[in-house]
């Protein structure tokens, strides 16, 4: 199929599709005009590619899990370097969970206060 078809079929942009294929995520068959190619098995890519992307994967990250996904369940040890990317993402994510609930505690104090401050006013 054409990048086009591959696009209306996945959701994905053109322009996501070429970013995928030039960081090597996704491999079309070049045609003698220099067409792209691609196979049913890139629309299931492509989706893959997007769920990983939803997760806050990198690109970079997300060529390390498509290899391992790749090379199926004989390959533990370098699976074990995927999980290890999964828990430092969760980390990253719990932290910046954190830190948005202190700006949303001092957000909600700041808050209380104008509220205090715009009734103080209002009664006077």
């Known amino acids: 199929m054409k990048i086009s078809e591959l696009s209306r079929r996945t959701g994905a942009s053109t322009r996501s599709i070429r970013h995928y294929e030039e960081k090597k995520l996704i491999t079309p068959v070049r045609l003698d005009n220099d067409y792209r190619e691609f196979d049913e098995s890139a629309v299931e890519r492509i989706r893959l590619i997007q769920f990983y992307l939803g997760l806050g994967l990198?690109?970079?990250?997300?060529?390390?899990?498509?290899k391992c996904e790749d090379a199926g369940?004989?390959?533990?040890?370098?699976?074990?370097?995927?999980?290890?990317?999964?828990?430092?993402?969760?980390?990253?994510?719990?932290?910046?969970?954190?830190?948005?609930?202190?700006?949303?505690?001092?957000?909600?104090?700041?808050?209380?206060?104008?509220?205090?401050?715009?009734?103080k006013q209002r009664a006077n």
Do not use: G, N, W
């Open 58 to 66: 990198t690109t970079e990250q997300i060529a390390e899990v498509l």
């Open 73 to 119: 369940p004989v390959e533990y040890e370098f699976c074990d370097d995927v999980l290890k990317t999964y828990l430092e993402k969760a980390d990253e994510i719990d932290s910046r969970i954190r830190s948005l609930e202190i700006v949303k505690q001092r957000l909600d104090e700041h808050i209380v206060q104008m509220t205090k401050m715009m009734e």
